[in-house]
């Protein structure tokens, strides 16, 4: 189960390697294997005939994208992709979920293209004729159920990164409070949205987020995205003044339902303020909801009643502290399952930014950058399995097995930058993993030791976007 993908490539005589691509595209690392050579027209550089192959592949999927976008004859790219695609590049970075995506996906494609219609003069006039109304055009909110640490925070980050639209994931659902009581006032949530609307118009189009009439108009045509976690910790409590839980339900359903939110433009107190609808909003909810066991009757989502994991808890919601309004806010519920130890191995070798390979980049850039020499670094199958093991018992996610990672390779980055200039690998192995990263000095499982790997120098080469072999030749 070792990652195969290398850092540095040993093919000789190409003209790229010095570079990563072997670690992308899976070009061979035996300096003996014979490799055959294109020769790029304009430039006259060689490369080995597998990169070459792997970036035709990735201009021909990049291409058919911009085909699709140029077909679609929409002004911003977010909305061009189809759930397909939106699907594909979640699972790429979203471990073990792949229904949640696929859910995911289309749930969040669906608000984009009612976003569309209704900003399309064509659309509206279309929907009128017909005698209905833009406004029927409801959006659909969002529930995200699952157990801590299994990518629901990971979901919302990557989907906005895919929209590229205006997102913001609020984390302090839980100190939401009534308004005149200790804590966060609900309105908060779309003052922190505005600035959020605000910084992404002028990273788009420098100086389009000054004007705040502006930012206001675009939420209100628009709407975007906010995301609210732990909304699990809002269930109402049985007894007293509940400022904290039914309360707070309430003062969200407005916002869900479309409320006229004035924000204020600067901090200064007196400060003008503008107008914010929330009706075109979407909110997606995120919670861990472990509730008791459920009944298939119960109000709510799903009809699952195997388990009282959180996986199947949406089926019971509506009886454990949440306000059937609340509930009936929802247009799709998402569960997500709890990630095992095959899942925690995707995400320390094969995902897309998986562990392994930032570990790799990162030794092998550290050392050059302190001047000394780069550094590799090699896991051994069975201590991945044990990293694995321990990300499964820990039940905290790709942000547990990060923090479990790096404890394991303390002393080592402690150490390496110091070592005799002939030693420039770093060995993980089972029994490192085991004594919780104590370097292991001698025998065969010695941390430090000399790689056999060839020395390459570091050199300025700019790849072209796509690679032409002659015909008929290997050159």
Not at 177 to 186: C, F, I, K, L, P
Request: glycine share 8%.
């Amino acid at each position: 189960m070792t990652s195969k993908k290398k850092w540095l490539c040993s093919v000789d005589g190409c003209s790229f390697n010095d570079r990563a691509c072997d670690r992308m595209a899976g070009v061979t690392t035996n300096p003996k294997e014979e490799v055959k050579f294109i020769k790029e027209s304009e430039t006259g550089a060689h490369y080995c005939d597998a990169y070459a192959r792997w970036m035709t592949d990735a201009y021909l999927v990049l291409q058919s994208l911009e085909t699709q976008a140029g077909s679609a004859n929409m002004t911003t790219g977010d909305s061009l992709l189809t759930p397909a695609i939106i699907f594909e590049l979640l699972k790429n970075r979203v471990v073990g979920q792949d229904k949640a995506c696929r859910s995911f996906a289309t749930a969040m494609h669906d608000n984009t293209i009612l976003r569309e219609i209704r900003s399309n003069p064509d659309c509206t006039s279309m929907i009128e004729n017909n005698g209905l109304r833009v406004s029927d055009l409801k959006k659909s909110n969002i529930l995200i159920i699952g157990p801590t640490g299994c990518g629901k925070t990971l979901l919302a980050e990557e989907i906005v990164k895919i929209l590229n639209q205006p997102s913001f994931i609020y984390g302090a659902t839980a100190g939401l409070t009534s308004a005149g009581y200790v804590g966060t006032d609900v309105e908060q949530i779309i003052i922190d949205y505005f600035v959020e609307v605000q910084r992404w118009m002028n990273s788009k189009t420098p100086g389009s987020g000054e004007n705040p009439e502006d930012v206001a108009a675009w939420i209100n045509q628009n709407g975007g995205t906010i995301f609210l976690d732990e909304v699990d910790k809002l269930r109402a409590s049985s007894g007293g003044k509940d400022v904290n839980g039914r309360s707070v339900q309430e003062r969200l359903l407005t916002l869900f339902q479309g409320e006229h939110v004035y924000v204020p433009t600067g901090r200064e107190k007196g400060s003008p303020t503008v107008m914010i609808d929330t009706t075109n909003i979407q909110f997606v909810m995120m919670g861990v909801f472990e509730f008791a066991e459920q009944t298939p009757n119960s109000i709510g989502f799903g009809r699952e009643t195997k388990t009282n994991t959180s996986t199947n808890a949406g089926a019971n919601i509506a009886t454990e502290g949440f306000i059937s309004q609340f509930i009936g806010r929802i247009g799709f519920t998402i569960n997500l399952r709890q990630l095992g130890k095959d899942d925690y191995l995707k995400i320390l070798t094969s995902v897309d930014g998986n562990l392994v390979s930032v570990a790799e980049a990162k030794y092998q850039c550290a050392g050059m950058v302190q001047g000394t020499r780069p550094f590799s670094i090699v896991f051994a199958d069975d201590a991945l399995e044990l990293i694995a093991e321990k990300g499964a018992e820990l039940k905290t996610g790709a942000r547990g097995l990060r923090k479990f990672l790096n404890t394991i390779l303390e002393d080592i980055d402690f150490y390496y930058l110091d070592l005799e200039p002939e030693l420039d690998e770093i060995y993980i192995s089972r029994a490192l993993v085991a004594a919780g990263g104590t370097v292991i000095e001698e025998g065969p499982d010695k941390t430090f030791r000399k790689s056999n790997k060839p020395r390459l120098e570091q050199v300025e080469t700019k790849l072209p976007l796509l690679l032409t072999a002659p015909k008929g030749k290997d050159s």
